[in-house]
Antibody, heavy 120, light 108 residues
Framework: QVQLRESGPGLVKPSQTLSLTCTVS??????????WSWIRQHPGKGLEWIGY???????NNNPSLKSRVIISVDTSKNQFSLKLSSVTAADTAVYYC????????????WGQGTLVTVSS | EIVLTQSPGTLSLSPGERATLSCRAS???????LAWYQQKFGQAPRLLIY???SRATGIPDRFSGSGSGTDFILTISRLEPEDFAVYYC?????????FGQGTKVEIK
């Protein structure tokens, strides 16, 4: 059974960079056929797809976040990471990591989520 | 991007009743690439339905999905106490992948 777990600071100051890591267990991040994705949920609101990465390093990000997003992968640690730069209060959200099969686009395994608050 | 509009915003029903949730897309969702998720308070979403009508592993058969093009439906045939939650649709037919705003199914 694949498990994902997010980790990182719960509080980030405005204009700084939010950094989160997702650790995958119960399966290899290098498995052919899966993307590894980030999704966020603003408090009391709906879900927003941020982007995904393949183990080879190729990525696809949501244009709504423009060039602020960098997603990277470390296959040796079975982890992938999210960096979101120049954060504002509008980036306060629960951030989830999730797995996506490349022949689909739906998220079949999710982490439990981590709340990141942007505040000085 | 494709905008998904879910209705109603809140559905008030009693256990044992039938729930019908709607998801309408601003443009056609290619190949019925539409998924449904259930989210309970404080938890991550759980995949229920993919490909508009295929149940995910371990999902009870009281959950069913239908539709194509721009109109999709999630039906819960008989509500169990554990089904009261928020439900989201998601399209993955075109990038960026997008979600609806959710329908809350609450106990009447």
């Amino acid at each position: 059974q694949v498990q994902l777990r997010e980790s990182g600071p719960g509080l980030v100051k405005p204009s700084q960079t939010l950094s989160l890591t997702c650790t995958v267990s119960g399966g290899s991040i290098s498995s052919v056929g899966y993307y590894w994705s980030w999704i966020r949920q603003h408090p009391g609101k709906g879900l927003e797809w941020i982007g995904y990465i393949y183990y080879s390093g190729s990525t696809n990000n949501n244009p709504s976040l423009k060039s602020r997003v960098i997603i990277s992968v470390d296959t040796s640690k079975n982890q992938f990471s999210l960096k979101l730069s120049s954060v504002t209060a509008a980036d306060t959200a629960v951030y989830y990591c999730a797995r996506v099969a490349i022949w689909s686009g739906y998220f079949d395994y999710w982490g439990q989520g981590t709340l990141v608050t942007v505040s000085s | 991007e494709i905008v998904l509009t879910q209705s109603p915003g809140t559905l008030s029903l009693s256990p044992g009743e039938r729930a019908t949730l709607s998801c309408r897309a601003s443009q056609s969702v290619s190949s019925s690439y539409l998924a449904w998720y259930q989210q309970k308070f404080g938890q991550a979403p759980r995949l229920l339905i993919y490909g508009a009508s295929s149940r995910a592993t371990g999902i009870p058969d009281r959950f069913s999905g239908s539709g194509s093009g721009t109109d999709f439906i999630l039906t819960i045939s008989r509500l169990e106490p554990e089904d009261f939650a928020v439900y989201y649709c998601q399209q993955y037919g075109s990038s960026p992948w997008t979600f609806g705003q959710g329908t809350k199914v609450e106990i009447k």
